[in-house]
């Protein structure tokens, strides 16, 4: 069973930034993908970022450009740095890890973008 812990959600004004991390309870280099994903109310959770094995990542389009994905393997922590942070990035995000076929997910946290 991999633990992944999120933290550094929180409140920034539109323009601003945060940096969200995810530790996780295993090398994070046994896993295919490391990933982050996010849920707004009443929407479905979608794909926003993820690195492989191999360290190749991979965007939605709606935050290219502005989001990077990162990972510390001595820490086994994966980031998200959030640059230009708009209203609409305001959800629940969520880390998770894929293992052959098996995936777990952390506990969410908030980011909410005020306008």
């Known amino acids: 069973q991999v633990q992944l812990v999120e933290s550094g959600g929180g409140l920034v004004q539109a323009g601003g930034s945060l940096r969200l991390s995810c530790e996780a309870s295993?090398?994070?280099?046994?896993?295919?993908?490391m990933g982050w994903y996010r849920q707004a109310p009443g929407k479905q959770r979608d794909m926003v970022a993820f690195i492989t094995s191999y360290g190749t990542t991979n965007y939605s389009g709606s935050v290219k450009g502005r989001f990077t994905i990162s990972r510390d393997n001595a820490k086994n922590t994966v980031y998200l740095q959030m640059n230009n942070l708009r209203p609409e990035d305001t959800a629940v995000y969520y880390c998770?890890?894929?293992?052959?076929?098996?995936?777990?997910w952390g506990q969410g946290t908030q980011v909410t973008v005020s306008s």
């Open positions: 295993e090398n994070i280099l046994s896993m295919d993908r």
């Open positions: 998770r890890a894929l293992k052959r076929g098996h995936e777990w």
